[in-house]
Nanobody, 122 residues
Framework: QLQLVESGGGLVQTGTSLKLTCAASGRTISGYSMAWFRQPPGKEREFLVFVGWNGGSGHADSVKGRFTISRDDAKNTVNLFMTKLKPEDTALYYC????????????????WGQGTQVTVSS
């Protein structure tokens, strides 16, 4: 069973940067597509960015140019680099994994972490 744990969240100011890390255990993430989602207060979970098992990536329009995903299969980790943070980026951020090809829908990801809170103050 693949287990995911997110870390790196916190309270930051508008315009700053933050790196979130997703540490996997139980299995190697090789062969898995990895993604980050977030859930703002009172709203539904939304897709942010994915990196496929082959390294290909995709972004939601809302974070394109500001958020970057990377994976290190040797360390079994995935990072989310967030820049130019805005108050509307405040949310609980989740790491997710699925075997095989990437997807944009949360329902297609069977493995999830518990989430890490990011709060951006204005």
């Amino acid at each position: 069973q693949l287990q995911l744990v997110e870390s790196g969240g916190g309270l930051v100011q508008t315009g700053t940067s933050l790196k979130l890390t997703c540490a996997a255990s139980g299995r190697t993430i090789s062969g898995y597509s990895m993604a980050w989602f977030r859930q703002p207060p009172g709203k539904e979970r939304e897709f942010l960015v994915f990196v496929g098992w082959n390294g290909g990536s995709g972004h939601a329009d809302s974070v394109k140019g500001r958020f970057t995903i990377s994976r290190d299969d040797a360390k079994n980790t995935v990072n989310l680099f967030m820049t130019k943070l805005k108050p509307e980026d405040t949310a609980l951020y989740y790491c997710a994994a699925k075997a095989g090809s990437s997807a944009l829908k949360s329902s297609e990801y069977p493995f999830w972490g518990q989430g890490t809170q990011v709060t951006v103050s204005s």
